[in-house]
């Protein structure tokens, strides 16, 4: 691409003028919810391409009246990774529907590419097709928990099961740079998600991870506070937490399917006496913020950082509402140049 | 030690009129939980050998009035493992408070051994002085965390944090073999935390796990589930989840964690405001058990499975009331002779 031809999509994608690309066959329930999102993401608004077999989503879209009139598109890919299968398959299936939704980002057709589907898949596609930034050896998928100081920010959530230190110490400068960008939050507090405070416990990942950590702290490129236990999560104790792509998808894993049993027994307390059902009107309104606090499909899909463009990745049990906010989430993002900032951010990292 | 010996020690073991051991300096506050907790249980009837330095345990003890009249004893131990040693200093430090108690065990003057000191130190301690099991390469910290289905059993919660795909094998036979005996759970079903429910996704370790858990449940000894991921804990869908010590310490403190701030939010909206107030009065009963089901201070704590003798470890930050909760727990094992069952479950199970 020339220097010109960059300059226009650059400026078409800051004027907002770029439809998001949705993976709009992933997902554990396939085009179904992926289109009832989207519909719902365009009456408000938001151009969509949606990437998949067109056969299949001309039928699903026609089952919403007036969504011809919405700015809707379809983009035929014949193929589609099924969760089942490996990450790896990504590579010599161009048809795929997550091959052929990085693609448009990458030929700046759009401007984030939004996929339910198979996570690993999701990342190799995103890794081969947009390519990495600058002192990036993996990306991560970085999301936010709730937390008592408002929310911390996690990464690796599920895109490397098995992990070399550095990549853990170049996620901590990554998040770091992108809630300075993201969120103007000056100097972030990283943790180390580990068992024990004590900077000598932990596996042995984490002791050499622990070690890089603290080199980089010494130059100045990170604020390091430390190991960080499992409770240390939702009391916030630091703003980021750097962890391995397994243990990370368990917590986040455990995390929001905690939440929802605890709510499911609070509930059924609330019903157990007549007493607590005429207490529980009562307390309805206020309870509700709690819950809306801890449901994941508010943020709707969660970051893969480290890829030269926008890339978000969600639970394959997505609903609807989740598809929806993953898609503005995303738009948001671009509307806001943030690759453009965290590469900037980046540099100006390196040259502290 | 002779037969005849050791006859009369498992006769008074199951006629209870050994008490129980308790590292009673061990833990991220030292005594003075430990020595209240102890009172509490002495006077409900339980015989507790207080293991410390005798200065500071009689000080300590010496504030409570009538204390002298309990069935409490002081058994002098001049060191102890602080939190922030490495486990490994257990050895040759033979007056470590852990060693001591554990040695109690051994000589049989106690049925059990309590601590909520460093965890690595406790399983070290009691790895080295009372020895493993027949097949038990490795011992685990076995817990229970409530779930939708009433409670999951999972290990290791924090005793090895690198492992061996063997060790998560063997501790799959060691908790179904657990179950059996002590809940009368028939076929208890086995799953094995990773990040997927295929079974080829996961990280190298899961991997090489699943393949062995396979064959176990081919050879008939284990009932395997297969994958299970972090929703599926509070859900409940296996009666066991199978982890190494670093995830599983991870899953437990973040369990925990946010089970107290969920219920700090849910206490804050229902004080929010004037008509939740009200609300708030009729719905506490019923809220009550809920909390109370997530309490980690009922439990107390923790069984390291695996060892030639009733081991018991909680948490540093445990309060008088797991303390003493412990000390029962650990009480109500020997008398139903644990150890004993849990040997010959295993040479049965082997049997098969």
Do not use: C
């Not at 800051?14 to 396939?30: E, I, K, Q, R």
């Not at 700046?108 to 081969?128: I, W």
């Amino acid at each position: 691409m020339s220097a010109k031809e960059q300059a226009v999509m650059q400026e078409a994608a800051a004027a907002n003028t770029l439809p998001v690309a949705l993976d709009a066959v992933g997902g554990d329930f396939g085009a179904a919810p992926n289109v009832e999102g989207a519909v719902a993401a365009a009456r408000s608004g938001l151009s969509v391409l949606l990437v998949g077999d067109q056969v299949k989503l001309h039928a699903e879209l026609g089952k919403y009246p007036g969504a011809s009139a919405l700015p809707l598109e379809i983009v035929d890919a014949p193929d589609v990774i099924g969760m089942s299968e490996h990450a790896s398959d990504v590579r010599g299936r161009k048809g795929a529907s997550i091959n052929v939704a990085n693609r448009l980002v990458k030929d700046g057709r759009a401007s984030a590419v939004v996929s339910m589907g198979h996570s690993g898949a999701s990342m190799a596609a995103s890794l081969l097709t947009l390519g990495r930034l600058k002192g990036v050896d993996r990306p991560a998928i970085l999301t936010h928990l709730p937390a008592r100081t408002g929310f911390i920010t996690i990464l690796d959530v599920g895109a490397n099961a098995d992990v070399k230190p550095q990549y853990l110490a170049q996620w901590a400068g990554l998040a770091s740079t992108y809630l300075k960008v993201v969120e103007d939050r000056e100097n972030p507090s990283v943790g180390l998600l580990s068992i024990g405070e004590e900077d000598h416990k932990g596996n042995a990942l984490t002791l050499e991870v622990h070690a890089l950590l603290r080199q980089a702290a010494d130059a100045g490129r990170i604020n390091f506070h430390g190991n960080v236990e499992g409770r240390d999560i939702f009391l916030g104790s630091t703003d980021i937490v750097v962890t391995d792509g397994f243990t990370g998808n368990i917590v986040l894993k455990l995390a929001e399917g905690e939440a929802k049993v605890l709510f499911g027994w609070v509930r059924d307390a609330l019903g157990s006496t007549l007493l607590s059902k005429v207490g529980a009107l009562l307390v309805r309104n206020s309870l509700r913020g709690v819950a809306a606090r801890l449901d994941p499909s508010t943020y709707g899909a969660s970051l893969l950082i480290g890829v030269n463009g926008l890339s978000y990745i969600g639970h394959g049990s997505a609903d609807a509402r989740a598809v929806k906010n993953a898609l503005l989430r995303a738009d948001r993002a671009a509307q806001t140049d943030l690759i453009g900032r965290l590469t900037e951010g980046l540099v100006a990292a390196a040259g502290d």
